[in-house]
Structures are given as structure tokens and as C-alpha cells.
């Protein structure tokens, strides 16, 4: 699936993969990570989740990484009211993407692929929810690796994978605990949380990641 094909999806409103509630993995889960208060998580492939707005109300902030400008204006325009007023949005563009400013929320519109080192400053987390299982195999092998070259080592993170009867069929896509291992274990230390099996067959993981290698500052980042 092409990204024009996903900004097709988005204005056809065949977002299937969005929830209403936030991920029972980050209830389950994400304490579990020792995320500092006041650290900032990628959430790379973001859609409109609500997972953004339960991370913000836990104490961290958050940069999420979106292709179409059209989960973007839903995002903002389907924020909880508080006492009946809605915020206002900050615009800025930033290194190739046009970014918002909502809260504690920043959303970057473009492609996760261009997204750099050099602008990956201060994360300190990752939250990745139906990205990596977004992605056809080739693309999921970028993924990793482009994920595994933005974090600095000790980096944490959360992710949620899902496997089918149907290796072919996707999005979303079977992505094997294999799979995952081969994948994330160059750049990952992982530890497999939980596995829930639904009636239909579909199983979901959830996965500790934590990123390989000597603890180092951000300015000696390769
Ligand atoms: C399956 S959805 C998951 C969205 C979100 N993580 C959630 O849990 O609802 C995948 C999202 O990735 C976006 N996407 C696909 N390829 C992308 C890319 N290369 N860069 C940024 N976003 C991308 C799509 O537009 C879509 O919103």
C-alpha cells in the first residue's frame, strides 16, 4: 500500500484501525516502561489515536508522525472540549513537514522516512500501534531500521503487533513473533508482554522494546 493509497483511505473515511478508546496495552503496559514524567514519545504512523491524547494525560508529551493532513484536522477537530472551549492550534512548518501544535501534542504531517536524526531530539520513548503492521514486508524492514537510527540506546518503547491466518492479506498485516524478533533484535532488547486472542483468529502482541547500545548523549548521535 502506496502512501497515496493511504491518503485515498482517509478521505474515503475507511479507517477501520482507528479506535474510539485508547489501547488497553498502554493501561497494561506502559508503566512498566519507567518513562520519566515530562519525556517526549514518537508515535511514528499516528493516524488520529487516542493512545496521543492517554500518553499527554500520563505526563508525557508527544511528537506523532502522520501522512495525511486529513487525520490531522480530525485529531484536532475531535479534541475532548475543556469546560466547553476548544484550544487553538499552533502552525509551523519544520524541516520539510508541516507541523501542530495542540497542547502537548505536536503532529508532523509527511512521510516517517524523512523524519531525521537531527530532529529527533529529546525523545526519550516510542509508542508504535498498528505502524509496523501498517507496512508490507519490505517496508517494515525500513521501518525497523529507520526506528532503530532515530533512538538513542536505552531508548523505550511500546509495541503492538498482530498476527492472521493470511501472510498475503494486509493491512493490517500477520507479522509473526519471528518476525518481530528478526526485525527489531539488531537495534532492540525485546521482551514479549502479553498475547490476546481473539474469536476470529487474530492474536495481538505487545512488546518491550528498549534500544540496543552504550547510553550516550544526543550530540554524539551518529
Ligand atoms: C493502520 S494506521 C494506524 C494509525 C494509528 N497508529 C492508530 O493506532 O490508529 C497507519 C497510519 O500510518 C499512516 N502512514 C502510512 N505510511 C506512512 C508514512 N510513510 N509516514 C507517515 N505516516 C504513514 C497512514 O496514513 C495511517 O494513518
Known amino acids: 500500500m502506496s502512501g497515496a493509497d493511504w491518503l485515498e ?23 512498566r516502561l519507567g518513562v520519566r514524567a515530562g519525556a517526549k514519545v514518537l508515535v511514528p504512523l499516528c493516524g488520529k489515536s487516542q493512545d496521543m491524547h492517554w500518553l499527554v494525560e500520563h505526563g508525557n508529551p508527544v511528537l506523532g508522525i502522520e501522512l495525511s ?11 475532548p472540549c475543556l469546560a466547553g472551549k476548544r484550544r487553538a492550534a499552533l502552525r509551523y512548518r519544520q524541516s520539510g513537514f508541516e507541523c501542530t501544535r495542540l497542547g502537548r501534542v505536536e503532529l508532523w504531517c509527511g512521510d516517517f522516512f524523512h523524519f531525521q536524526v537531527e530532529q529527533a531530539a529529546e525523545l526519550a520513548a516510542f509508542y508504535d500501534r498498528a505502524a509496523l ?21 536505552g531508548t523505550r518503547g511500546l509495541l503492538v503487533t498482530l498476527t492472521h ?8 498485516f500477520s507479522v509473526t513473533h519471528a518476525e518481530v524478533e528478526t526485525l527489531m533484535a539488531p ?15 487474530l492474536a495481538e502482541s505487545v ?16
Open 9 to 31: 483511505r482517509w478521505r474515503q473515511g475507511r479507517i477501520g484501525f482507528h479506535r474510539q478508546a485508547p489501547h488497553p496495552a498502554l493501561e497494561g503496559f506502559w508503566d
Open 187 to 201: 537495534n532492540f532488547e525485546l521482551v514479549l508482554c502479553d498475547v490476546a486472542t481473539a474469536a476470529d483468529g
Open 69 to 79: 493532513p486529513l487525520a490531522i484536522e480530525q485529531f484536532i477537530a475531535e479534541e
Open 165 to 172: 491466518d493470511d501472510p498475503d492479506r494486509g493491512p493490517p
Open 133 to 153: 503492521i501498517a507496512l508490507p514486508p519490505a517496508t517494515r524492514q525500513r521501518y525497523a531500521h529507520h526506528l532503530g537510527q532515530l533512538l538513542l540506546p
Open 207 to 222: 512488546w518491550q522494546l528498549t534500544r540496543r547500545g552504550p547510553a550516550r548523549s544526543r550530540d554524539e548521535h551518529p
